[in-house]
Nanobody
Framework: QVQLVESGGGLARPGESLRLSCAAS???????VDWHRQVPGKERELVAS???????NYAEAVKDRFTISKDNAKNSVYLQMNSLKPEDTALYYC????????????????WGQGTQVTVAS
């Protein structure tokens, strides 16, 4: 059974940093990952993505401040958030395409449970 566990959210002051983690278990590996965020009353938006070739893309609002990465040995993905702004306040979700266990190595997508990031002075 695939499980994704997010961590790392919390309260930060403007200009500070947070690192979100998303750890997957019950899988062979991580193929690709997206990080999304959602504010109450608004649609979930894509913040950053990394494809199976480790090519990354970022929303304009977070470019040069956020960095997406993954650790294949730990089956974990990360979102390093620097120079945080109050408008970064949201519930952050990882969405991971995983490679299932052998012998099928089936690809499937899964959402993390979400972690709250609040940026305020």
């Amino acid at each position: 059974q695939v499980q994704l566990v997010e961590s790392g959210g919390g309260l930060a002051r403007p200009g500070e940093s947070l690192r979100l983690s998303c750890a997957a278990s019950g899988i062979f590996g991580v193929n690709s990952v997206d990080w999304h965020r959602q504010v109450p009353g608004k649609e979930r938006e894509l913040v950053a993505s990394m494809d199976s070739h480790s090519k990354t893309n970022y929303a304009e609002a977070v470019k040069d401040r956020f960095t997406i990465s993954k650790d294949n040995a730990k089956n974990s993905v990360y979102l390093q958030m620097n120079s945080l702004k109050p408008e970064d306040t949201a519930l952050y979700y990882c969405n991971v395409e995983v490679i299932g266990l052998p012998p099928r190595f089936k690809l499937s997508r899964h959402w993390g449970q979400g972690t709250q990031v609040t940026v305020a002075s």
